[in-house]
């Protein structure tokens, strides 16, 4: 396979004892690409991506992230990656720069490091008189924010974003996503689910999973065109009406 590719996978299946939740995917990841990583409730792309993550063995098929074997080098995965889970993943009773810290020092980060990477993100995100607040006092589109750039902040290969944007208002998205854009030109591999297909067509490429299996994969464009539709939402329904099951 191509060096180029930072995430592949060759007939990934995950069956939870007669039930195929991940039914025999093929696909790979450029560096430094945004993929978008999309299907209904049940089609089985959480279950994909907790493999991807090292969370989960798979039952069957080959995949590798980060170069690392989802099989024999889940801590390495581990380690090269950042996550972002579509439930609220920092520490709400810990202050912004506690919750830096925390995630920082997980990976391993000097206390150099930590301290000159925080200033600078505090600056960004314009913090700097926030920092000793209680992440639970901030509103709801600052915490993705922030925990999109905690998901950052030692440097990963890859970050793996679950449906970052849930409940956010569409400005807040944007300004999201603008933060994903600065990311990928540096280099960070953005893998995403999303449910909002405003935001497919901000993806280099996309999947969509249906039932367990992957539909459809390609550039927003080359989907529409294959599919003769005039948006992603149209594109998404046609084949959404294939699937029969009702949860992930």
């Known amino acids: 396979?191509?060096?180029?590719?930072?995430?592949?996978?060759?007939?990934?299946?995950?069956?939870?004892?007669?039930?195929?939740?991940v039914d025999d995917i093929t696909?790979?990841?450029h560096k430094g690409e945004i993929f978008g990583f999309l299907g209904a409730n049940g089609a089985g792309k959480t279950t994909a991506m907790r493999m991807?993550?090292?969370?989960?063995?798979?039952?069957?098929?080959?995949?590798t992230v980060a170069g690392f074997d989802v099989y024999r080098q889940t801590e390495d995965i581990k380690k090269n990656i950042g996550y972002m889970s579509q439930k609220f993943s920092l520490y709400e009773d810990l202050t912004i720069r506690e919750n830096i810290r925390f995630y920082a020092g997980i990976y391993g980060k000097s206390n150099a490091f930590i301290k000159e990477k925080t200033a600078r993100l505090l600056k960004q995100l314009h913090l700097e008189q926030e920092a000793n607040k209680l992440v639970g006092s901030l509103p709801l589109g600052w915490k993705q924010k922030l925990a999109f750039s905690v998901a950052i902040f030692h440097e990963p290969q890859i970050v793996f974003?679950?449906?970052?944007?849930?409940?956010?208002?569409?400005?807040?998205?944007?300004?999201?996503?603008?933060?994903?854009?600065?990311?990928?030109e540096v280099g960070i591999t953005v893998?995403?689910?999303?449910?909002?297909?405003?935001?497919?067509?901000?993806?280099?490429?996309?999947?969509?999973?249906?039932?367990?299996?992957?539909?459809?994969?390609?550039?927003?464009?080359?989907?529409?065109?294959?599919?003769n539709a005039a948006s992603m939402d149209e594109v998404f329904l046609k084949l959404a009406r294939k699937a029969t099951r009702s949860a992930d």
Do not use: Q
């Not at 396979?1 to 592949?8: K, L, N, P």
């Not at 991807?52 to 995949?63: D, H, Q, R, W």
């Not at 901000?202 to 994969?217: F, K, N, P, T």
């Open 161 to 184: 974003l679950d449906e970052p944007t849930g409940g956010v208002d569409p400005v807040t998205r944007r300004e999201f996503w603008n933060m994903i854009y600065e990311a990928a």
């Open 1 to 21: 396979m191509s060096s180029d590719y930072i995430i592949t996978a060759e007939h990934l299946t995950k069956k939870f004892g007669d039930f195929k939740a």
């Open 52 to 63: 991807l993550c090292g969370l989960s063995i798979p039952t069957e098929g080959k995949a």
């Open 27 to 29: 696909f790979n990841v």
């Open 191 to 227: 893998f995403v689910t999303t449910h909002y297909m405003d935001e497919a067509e901000y993806c280099d490429r996309i999947s969509i999973m249906v039932d367990g299996r992957v539909e459809a994969l390609g550039s927003p464009g080359e989907l529409k065109r294959s599919m």
